[in-house]
Nanobody
């Protein structure tokens, strides 16, 4: 059974750094994309990054490009995805979700099969 679990959220000051982690287990060959999205209070969920597990290419939203960098490790039927976030801004405050899907359309995942439960990131002084 596919499971996605995030961790690592918390409170960080503007300009600071935080690293989120995601473990996606129970994967089969049918899963081609893994990524991050976020939802700020009162706003719709938006894409942050999407990685094609086939070629390893990662795509980022313009709002995080150059500040967030995805890294990955793999084990049998499991993907470990990390999202180090640097130079954080108050507008990065949101619940961050990891997902597994079928493909990427740029930094947005398609055919999402499973969302994680989310982890809160708050950027505030």
């Amino acid at each position: 059974q596919l499971q996605v679990v995030e961790s690592g959220g918390g409170l960080v000051q503007p300009g600071g750094s935080l690293r989120l982690s995601c473990v996606a287990s129970g994967l089969t060959s049918g899963y081609f994309a893994i990524g991050w999205a976020r939802q700020a209070p009162g706003k719709e969920r938006e894409g942050v990054s999407c990685t094609k597990t086939g070629d390893g290419n990662t795509y980022y939203a313009d709002s995080v490009k150059g500040r967030f960098t995805v890294s990955r490790d793999s084990a049998e039927n499991t993907e470990y995805v990390y999202l180090p976030m640097y130079s954080q801004k108050p507008e990065d405050t949101a619940v961050y979700y990891c997902y597994v899907g079928d493909s990427c359309s740029g930094y947005v995942g398609n055919g999402i099969n499973r969302w994680g439960q989310g982890t809160q990131v708050t950027v505030s002084s």
